[in-house]
């Protein structure tokens, strides 16, 4: 993974490289290039979609949902196994 300097520095440096060109790109050209060299840049991260982290919180929500049912549930049984208190 890039540290954040580095992949600056990489971008800066792809970025650099279509301004310094003998003949001047048109502005849709230099907007789809630029989308590349930063889609291209975020792939070497280890980063998810917004669509990808937004299913994942669904799932975590339902887990964690389930999760707490079991534990009264085992609550619950633990309470009925348990001796009565001898007083």
Not at 13 to 24: C, D, V
Not at 35 to 48: F, N, P, T
Not at 53 to 79: G, I, N, P, Y
Request: proline content about 7%; cysteine-free.
């Amino acid at each position: 993974m890039f540290a954040p300097k580095a992949f600056l520095d990489a971008i800066g440096s792809q970025a650099s490289r279509l301004f310094n060109g003998e003949t001047p790109l048109p502005r849709p050209e230099i907007e789809a290039q630029l989308k590349g060299i930063v889609q291209g840049a975020l792939s070497k991260l280890d980063v998810v979609s917004r669509d990808e982290f937004d299913s994942q919180m669904v799932v975590l929500a339902r887990t964690r949902a389930r999760l707490e049912a079991l534990e009264a549930k085992v609550a619950e049984l633990e309470e009925r196994l348990a001796p009565p208190a001898s007083e």
